[in-house]
């Protein structure tokens, strides 16, 4: 099993900056690839920022620019830095990861960290 956890959340002025941490725990190997999605309110959830297992990187139209994404594979810990909020980044920030599991058992894992909420406003 996967178990996520964020942090870093908080309320921020537009053109600030935040950073989210999302920690790993649990029973697996390690871990191929983590995301960051997001999901504003009445909307869909959407996808940020993916990271793979060799640190290669890859961001979606709403991620470029702005967003990057980084993870340590020895604390099983994924990071997103968002530099010039603007107010339509608003929205609850999910962690998303897949694991490898331990021998013998089944795989791959997955998991959903339950949100960090970042409001943008002044």
């Known amino acids: 099993q996967v178990q996520l956890a964020e942090s870093g959340g908080g309320l921020v002025q537009p053109g600030g900056s935040l950073r989210l941490s999302c920690a790993a725990s649990g029973y697996f190997s390690s871990i191929n690839t983590m995301s960051w999605y997001r999901q504003a309110p009445g909307e869909q959830r959407e996808l940020v920022a993916t990271i793979h297992s060799g640190g290669s990187t890859d961001y979606s139209n709403s991620g470029k620019g702005r967003v990057t994404i980084s993870r340590d594979n020895a604390k099983n810990t994924v990071d997103l830095q968002i530099d010039s909020l603007k107010p339509e980044d608003t929205a609850i920030y999910y962690c998303?990861?897949?694991?490898?599991?331990?021998?013998?058992?089944?795989?791959?894992?997955?998991?959903w960290g339950r949100g960090a909420q970042i409001t943008v406003s002044s």
């Open positions: 998303y990861a897949v694991a490898m599991p331990l021998t013998g058992r089944r795989g791959p894992l997955d998991d």
